[in-house]
């Protein structure tokens, strides 16, 4: 190698280790804190799930207690859904089959409108999205 490239290497291999000595980073690499607030028929949503999912593929969930969440993501644009699971008595089909056996069902009580047929959407900048607010209603 002649000194010309050997300079050039050395150059770029110093401003490589300086800068991740800095701590830079691509944007896109860096998670964000998410916080917010989920509301059903205008109480906090006791528990949950929020996921905040990009047309990439790439999502992100969190819990929700007592109508809070924080977690982290990637800065971008979310399609956001949000589900709330709890058991029911089994139906009569159960009961029939396993007697006093019969499992419980799990069901999630959210309306569809916000989980699988959700529109709602949510923007986490490079700094984050800490004021997040979703207000569900059952009607």
Partial sequence: MNARKLCACALVGGLILTLSSLGCTPAGDAKVPVAGEVTLDGNPLPDGTIYLRRTDGEFFSFDVDAGKCQGEAMPGEYRVEISAIREE????????????????????????????????????????????????ETD
Wanted: hydrophobic residues 40%; proline residues 6%; glycine residues 8%.
């Fill in 89 to 136: 008595t089994p139906d009569a089909t159960a009961v029939a089959m396993y007697g006093a056996d019969a499992p419980k069902r799990e069901v999630n009580y959210i309306p569809l409108r916000y989980n699988v047929d959700s529109k709602l959407t949510a923007t986490v900048g490079n700094g984050g999205a800490k004021d997040l607010k979703f207000e569900l």
